[in-house]
């Protein structure tokens, strides 16, 4: 928890992963100077678990697949993408390395027994074959129609070692119904709007009443890229908030790493009005407003000038993170890379903050060494709950490697966490009201009962202010800023030339 002395005044809530147990502490070695509250966490449920990312080899299967996988391909396979649907999870597999069997796939089994079926069959997983997905890193499920949105890098093998990227194919956005496999729709993103030598899309969110999708591109100076496809066009929205810190490190498990990588994480809110993101080699957490991302009638430079003006900076998150999600609630997840821990946080409406700031009410989900080591992508459960995979991610790119023996610790998991949470897109899908993320109490409590707790939390509420203000000085540069601020003024983006990429297709 080095990241506490560093942040300076934060108010953290930490469920406390070891038990039972509830105490108002002194965080004199967790944040420093700020009291932490310590509950009873939502418990992790691990739905699969494997050393390696075992794969199903049917009789569709290319020739020799499977052996030329056990001989040494295991070693290129990690997963990234997670989405559930009618209690079906798939998990996509990036062709990052030589080797990889199926970049998108259907969980098959369950704990360590699971494996992945490629799907929507074998034929749509083929290499080299541009009609079919090459490198799938991410994808979204719209819950009004059952229909997959799925990005496809074309580019593979990008980062193996001795051999250069394979750029044969284009990146693409692919339509799937997801009860039928069927291919319904393909469109090629435009050289202009990407580079077909460096594309890197990452993740993607989409608003499922416009038909649109917001995808983060993690190559060059990063950027957001929108697609309508109900007209086909794609744009592009680059700025210095999508790009990565320089000389930007971190540390996870005592190893230091150094990270040179832009915009990744990417969460629409549930009511469709901003678009959240962050570069992994940042702290920052930003985001930009909806309404002007997807308006499809405005021209390129009226389009790039309304976006640069209402970028928000939020502050700072508690280290380095990958995918972000919000719930249908407006509470926003991500991960703690230097951590190990699944965070919370509830945007105020309109808030923004100056970069140097902590975000303040961050909630602590679950913390583990063991099991949380580079959570990457985020899904819902058909039933509710956050589901979302685990990679080691930063072992994976070492020059040591993960350890894939018998005997090692699964270095990749799909978990959930029981906290009722539902997909941003729920009340799109069910048109109800807001759900809460916590799940309802088991006991009805009294008039008397409720008047006592509400009195009670008062004297909380208030004598956590004191112990707050004497713990951070009390003085006002210290409480930061209560007001929206944008800080994206004149000087911070007039003065950059990262080429917005203002192309209309």
């Known amino acids: 928890w080095e990241w506490g002395s560093e942040l300076g005044c934060m108010s953290v809530l930490v469920k406390d992963s ?15 100077q700020i009291p932490v509250i310590l509950s009873q966490p939502y418990p992790l449920e691990t739905l699969a678990e494997f050393v390696q990312v075992p794969f199903v080899f049917g009789s569709d299967a290319p020739a020799n697949a499977e052996a030329e996988y056990l001989a040494g391909g295991f070693r290129n396979a990690t997963i990234t993408g997670v989405k559930e649907w009618n209690n079906r999870i798939f ?15 259907v969980l098959t089994g369950s704990g360590s027994s699971a494996a992945l079926d490629p799907w929507p069959s074998w034929a749509m997983n083929r290499v080299g074959n541009c009609g079919a997905m090459q490198y799938v890193q991410s994808m979204e499920i719209d819950p009004t129609t059952g229909l997959m949105w799925v990005i496809d890098n074309g580019r593979i093998n990008i980062f193996a070692e001795g051999l250069p990227p394979n750029n044969r194919c284009p990146p693409q956005v692919l339509r799937i119904n997801v009860d039928t496999g069927e291919v319904l729709s393909l469109a090629v993103l435009p050289e202009p709007v990407v580079n077909y ?25 990063g950027g957001l890229i929108v697609y309508w496809a109900n007209t086909g066009r794609f744009r592009r929205f680059t700025a210095p908030s999508t790009a990565a810190v320089p000389g930007f490190s971190f540390t996870m498990a005592g190893v230091m790493y150094m990270a040179s990588t832009p915009s990744d994480g990417i969460a629409l809110t549930p009511d469709m009005s901003r678009v959240f993101y962050c570069p992994l080699s940042s702290t920052s957490l930003y985001s930009v407003d909806a309404t002007i991302l997807r308006d499809e009638s405005l021209t390129v430079e009226a389009w790039n000038s309304a976006l640069r003006g209402s970028v928000l900076d939020h502050g700072r998150r508690p280290g380095p993170s990958d995918g972000l999600t919000f719930d249908s609630s407006g509470t926003l997840f991500f991960g703690g890379l230097n951590t190990t821990t699944l965070y919370s946080w509830i945007p105020r409406t309109g808030a923004g903050r100056s970069s140097t700031q902590a975000l303040q009410g961050v909630v602590v989900e679950a913390a583990s060494v063991s099991q949380l080591q580079w959570i990457d992508t985020f899904a819902f459960g058909t039933n509710g709950g956050l589901v979302f995979t685990t990679n080691k991610l930063a072992q994976f790119f070492s020059p040591e490697g993960l350890n894939f023996s018998a005997a090692a610790s699964p270095n990749f998991r799909v978990l959930r966490v029981a906290n009722g949470a539902r997909s941003y897109l729920f009340n799109v899908a069910t048109t109800a009201a807001p759900t809460s993320v916590r799940p309802p109490a088991a006991t009805k409590l009294s008039a008397g009962d409720e008047i006592g707790i509400a009195v009670g939390g008062l004297v909380v509420l208030l004598l956590g202010c004191l112990i707050g203000l004497y713990a951070c000085g009390g003085s006002e540069k210290n409480r930061g800023p209560i007001e929206s601020r944008l800080v994206i003024d004149g000087a911070d983006f007039l003065t950059e030339s990262l080429n917005s990429a203002d192309y209309d297709y």
């Open 91 to 105: 998990l996509s597999v990036p062709r990052w390395r030589p080797g990889v069997p199926a970049t998108l796939n």
């Open 18 to 32: 070891m038990g039972p147990r509830s105490a108002l502490v002194t965080a004199a070695g967790l944040l420093g």
């Open 197 to 221: 030598s460096q594309v890197f899309l990452n993740d993607l969110m989409i608003d499922p009443l416009r038909q649109v999708a917001y995808i983060t591109d993690t190559a060059g100076p």
